[in-house]
């Protein structure tokens, strides 16, 4: 016998699901933003011993602990995404992430002798005000009572259309430009993981939204659709992680944070505004502070990135370029 499905308009229901939002969000920030320093470097070591980098194809990483260490790492930051996505809008709990590029900044600082300097604590501070802004402003979570109502977002013109375009720009870049420039330009494996990131954070906010109506006592697990969100989500982040590894490997920790963070906030953003109308219920003044916000993060990233100390012709223009 299914359980009723709690109200999420008396205050009882909000004190449950606010405590497990803010959860998600402080929980993927340590984690997340030790992973990347972590997989470095795992993706360091690995190469030393076998030669053989991942940004040109290498693969001998999945043989290295450290790597693996760094991965798990991601997947219980990312675990607390899920949770996030399932109680939070998008345009909230995305440009949060900012929150774990500082202390990515940080442990790079020590232990990729990556230097942080007073600058760079300034884009630091930022990113922090900058989040709190877009956190007060934020929309409210609209309540989804079935998976069919996600597919129905999933499946608006407009959405289809981004689909679309983000599947055709990703072939582009897979096919035509990450043979050639993909060492040299670090855009081209970044944009790929941010194309590909925003899917799947869509995927995973409808895959997370249905097990939650299923532990409530609704059960998705019985749709078709559950099942290809399921599946789009699996396609999504393998390929994120290939070409976030290669990124890695090829550029400075220093440059693949936050053009990542900047290009894939950006992405997932537009996409949830397209397909879960999230600005529709705001008034301008909201819409416009939160737009700020992010503004102020992205200049805060864009700040602390082009403060720290890197070699130039083994991070932007990759390692086998000397200028």
């Known amino acids: 016998m299914s359980r009723p499905i709690p ?83 998008a345009v909230l709990v995305t440009p949060l992430g900012a929150l774990s590029i500082i202390v990515s900044a940080i442990l790079a600082h020590f232990l990729l002798n990556e230097k942080l300097h007073a600058q760079g604590v300034v884009g630091c501070v930022m990113c922090i005000a900058g989040s ?10 609209h309540p989804i ?13 407009g959405f289809l259309f ?3 375009s983000v599947i055709v720009l990703v072939f582009i870049l897979v096919f035509l430009y990450a043979p050639q420039y993909g060492n040299s330009n670090v855009l081209v494996f970044t944009g790929i993981c941010s194309l590909m ?3 799947s954070v869509m995927s995973v906010k409808a895959l997370g939204t249905a097990l939650k109506l299923t532990f409530e006592g609704k059960n998705q697990l019985l749709y078709s659709e559950t099942w290809f969100f399921t599946f789009v989500v699996a396609i999504c982040v393998i390929t994120q ?30 996409a949830s505004v397209i397909m879960f109308k999230d600005w529709a219920d705001q008034n301008a003044g909201n819409v416009i ?8 993060v992205l200049s805060g990233t864009i700040l602390l990135h082009t403060t720290k100390d890197f070699e130039r012709s083994s991070s932007f223009k990759g390692s086998h370029i000397v200028l």
Request: charged content about 10%.
């Open 197 to 199: 990131g925003s899917l």
């Open 7 to 89: 109200n999420t308009n008396d205050s009882h229901s909000v004190q449950v699901i606010l405590p497990q939002k803010q959860l998600g969000c402080k929980s993927n920030i340590g984690f997340i933003g030790a992973s990347f320093i972590i997989k470095k470097k795992g993706l360091k070591k690995a190469a030393a011993t076998s030669g053989v980098r991942a940004g040109v194809g290498g693969y001998s990483y999945l043989s290295e602990p450290l790597w693996w260490f760094g991965m798990i790492t991601m997947i219980v930051g990312e675990v607390a995404n899920f949770v996030a996505y399932a109680f939070a809008p």
């Open 289 to 296: 502070s939160e737009i700020c916000g992010f503004i102020v």
């Open 145 to 157: 009572n079935s998976v069919l109502q996600l597919w129905n977002m999933a499946t608006q013109p």
């Open 132 to 141: 709190v802004v877009v956190v007060i402003h934020a929309p409210e979570e």
């Open 241 to 270: 992680m290939n070409y976030l590894n290669k990124a890695l490997d090829t550029f400075n920790t220093a440059i693949v944070s936050p053009i990542y963070y900047v290009m894939f906030t950006s992405l997932t953003i537009l």
């Open 162 to 164: 981004y689909v679309a």
